[in-house]
């Protein structure tokens, strides 16, 4: 319990620190990097599409750079807590292929942006908005066959005992769920997790080895049955929907400040490059400023999905030791400040969930 204390406490000490570093960074391309590139882009290349993924590559590589130690250093932490099992070679392989992956996506939606920004300059935000959802949707869908793979090993799970019991789980929330997987967890962390993803025909449960291996058949039903809630429940569709709207409005507002500075600072258009700051600005803190709102309508999902699992599981009691021995293996804070969940727990506390499992029960 001390030593999740200990290593909750340090991350709440490098929040901050994480912030200043990306703040700093931003201000400094702002006032050495930003205008030098790109006249030299400009000079150097006719297409605007080369310059906007030379600009925003740039730019991101450099956040990148400039975020990698840290990104060590939680590596070198999690280690030390006995949180994860990655030898640093493991580690950077993973890290890469994330930023590779990352790099695609990335550049893609810049392309798609600054195409809507220079075609669609008054509106815009509409379609990017359309193009947001059409792309969440797909990544969900695909996830699991072609991402998560990358990463992870998947298995189809089959146990003579156990399987019956999840398949009647199943049958009992009329899902359409493709099938249960077990991924070796164990090759990264000592955490246990289990998580239901994709859409359609590659919609999955999927259970670590490190829950499987370790914890009782009621026990790993129990957590099963919560996926299952948020299967019941659409979830997935749900959040989805819930994220485009949010979206929809941050980059409405991000049109109406980037219109502003066109006309205050006298930028080509939109699709300026110059205006780039105040876009990334905007989309930043407002990202900021709504995380405690999806963070609590993620709460509020894990708590109907919590709910599901208490009324069709095996019980209050298995889910109270499932959920007590999860937040143990996985070095959950027990008592995080108010301001934290708030701010960034899309869970609610394991001490609130693990109360109201025993209030069910009683």
């Known amino acids: 319990m001390q030593i999740a204390r200990d290593h909750a406490r340090e991350n709440r000490r490098l929040m901050p620190l994480e912030l ?160 249960v997987f077990r991924t070796d967890l164990s090759s990264k962390t000592t955490a246990a997790n289990a998580w239901l993803s994709g859409l359609g025909r590659t919609r999955r449960i999927v259970l670590g080895d490190t829950l499987l291996d370790h914890y009782s058949a009621d026990e790993i039903l129990s957590i099963f049955a919560h996926e299952m809630g948020h299967h019941v429940h659409r979830h997935l569709w749900r959040g989805i929907l819930v994220s485009t709207l949010v979206s929809l409005v941050g980059f409405w507002l991000a049109g109406r400040v980037v219109s502003w500075a066109v006309e205050a600072y006298g930028y080509a258009g939109p699709a300026d490059l110059r205006a780039f700051p105040w876009l990334i600005l905007v989309l930043a803190l407002f990202g900021i400023l709504t995380s405690p709102l999806l963070n609590a309508f993620s709460r509020s999902q894990e708590r109907a999905a919590d709910r599901y699992a208490l009324d069709h599981g095996p019980g209050a009691e298995p889910f109270v030791d499932a959920m007590t021995r999860l937040a143990n293996q996985n070095l959950a804070d027990p008592e995080p400040p108010r301001w934290q969940v708030l701010y960034s727990y899309s869970h609610p506390p394991i001490l609130e969930r693990i109360a109201t499992a025993q209030h069910a029960g009683e």
């Open 20 to 179: 200043a570093i990306s703040v700093i960074y931003f201000v400094v391309w702002v006032a050495w990097v930003h205008i030098p590139l790109i006249n030299w882009l400009e000079r150097t290349f006719a297409s605007t599409d080369l310059q906007v993924l030379c600009y925003v590559g740039l730019f991101g590589l450099g956040m990148t750079v400039i975020n990698l130690p840290m990104d060590a250093y939680h590596h070198s932490r999690s280690v030390h807590y006995g949180l994860s099992v990655q030898t640093w070679r493991g580690w950077a392989i993973d890290l890469c292929k994330g930023l590779l992956i990352g790099v695609v996506l990335g550049l893609v939606v810049i392309l798609v942006l600054y195409r809507l920004l220079a075609a669609y300059p008054d509106t815009w935000w509409l379609w990017m908005a359309g193009f947001y959802l059409l792309l969440t949707v797909l990544l969900a869908q695909l996830a699991p066959v072609l991402i998560m793979p990358l990463f992870l090993k998947f298995t189809p799970y089959e146990d003579e005992e156990l399987t019956p019991r999840l398949q009647t789980l199943a049958e009992q929330a009329g899902t359409q769920v493709r099938g």
